[in-house]
């Protein structure tokens, strides 16, 4: 079996797994969550759960956006911020790589983005940059572009920021977004510490740009971790998702991440894209894998890959088959 194949099948698993096991807690402060000990899609009875009209096991407008990403970068060979920008307008329009074609839970600043490229402005030129629009809109999405990504890790970084930019332009929220996609890239790599390491090498990368090192070190790396609570900063989901994945598997790295409360499916879905990598299919429990909806989804872009990467995808993927989801487990 390649390797590198195990480890882009576990992060898209585990990123879309990760969204939506958190979603029926978003929005709630840690210390209301309910016992989540034996976490399932299913949430402990008489708990109100958020969305409450999304049925569980359904991911949110992280993995759909997420899922755009992996579509847009299959069928254009590389990052294109048009063509990414077009279905994100899709998404938010039609519901395109939305569970039931449903698109919910949709960013106030991701939102003003879209609707702008959907009035005929350039996707690059639709990112807010103010200090108070760092939200993690662009950091949930971003991870498929570090399993996909075949150049330099300098290229890496770029097409990160570019997309970043789409809807989120403030250096803070593109350097979150390289930090992360270098931390995905050494994680295929098996590399240990794979965080501290990506933060060495996004420092050598911005040796030349004082504005971007200064600003990684003062307000991504410089942060006091004691406050990371699961928030929508863009920072502080950065932070939270890395503590949750210094549990030792998968399904202790995504109970972490919720119990973190707040923005519970992006911190999830981070921390799970992550941890799936790790610890691949296998590691995912098979309860939540059989759980997920949307297969129909997802399947046609893993059948994809896997042929990428000389895999027998018609006999090993299909979206009714629990002969796979068996086989992973």
Request: proline residues 5%; charged residues 20%.
């Amino acid at each position: 079996m390649n390797k590198r194949w195990e480890r882009i099948e576990g992060g898209l698993w585990g990123m879309l797994i990760g969204d939506a096991l958190g979603v029926p807690f978003e929005f709630c402060h840690h210390a209301s969550l309910p016992d989540i000990g034996i976490l399932n899609h299913e949430v402990p009875p008489g708990y109100f759960k958020s969305h409450p009209a999304v049925p569980v096991g359904t991911w949110s407008d992280d993995g759909a956006q997420a899922l755009c990403m992996v579509a847009s970068l299959l069928d254009c060979g590389q990052f294109d911020p048009d063509d990414f920008g077009r279905r994100l307008v899709k998404w938010y329009s039609e519901g395109y790589m939305a569970v039931d074609g449903f698109a919910f839970d949709v960013g106030n600043q991701t939102s003003q983005s879209i609707c702008a490229m959907r009035n005929g402005k350039a996707p690059l030129a639709c990112g807010l940059s103010g200090e108070y629009h760092n939200g993690n809109g662009s950091l949930m999405r971003v991870l498929p572009l570090a399993l996909l990504h075949n150049g330099s890790e300098e290229d890496l970084v770029r097409k990160a920021h570019l997309q970043s930019c789409v809807t989120h332009a403030h250096p803070r929220s593109q350097i979150c977004c390289a930090l992360y996609c270098i931390w995905a890239r050494l994680e295929m790599e098996g590399l240990p510490h794979a965080f501290d390491e990506a933060a060495k090498r996004l420092r050598r990368h911005y040796e030349g740009d004082p504005a971007f090192l200064n600003e990684l070190e003062t307000k991504v790396l410089d942060y006091d971790h004691n406050r990371c609570y699961g928030g929508s900063y863009v920072v502080d989901t950065l932070h939270s998702a890395r503590i949750a994945c210094g549990e030792r598997s998968y399904e202790d790295a995504i109970r972490r991440a919720i119990r973190f409360g707040n923005d519970t499916d992006t911190t999830a879905c981070l921390a799970g894209g992550i941890a799936g990598i790790r610890h691949k299919v296998a590691g995912i429990p098979y309860r939540w894998k059989s759980q997920l909806r949307g297969l129909s989804l997802l399947f046609p872009l893993l059948q994809k890959i896997c042929m990428l990467h000389g895999q027998n995808a018609t006999q090993d993927l299909h979206p009714e088959s629990p002969a796979y989801l068996r086989a992973s487990a």
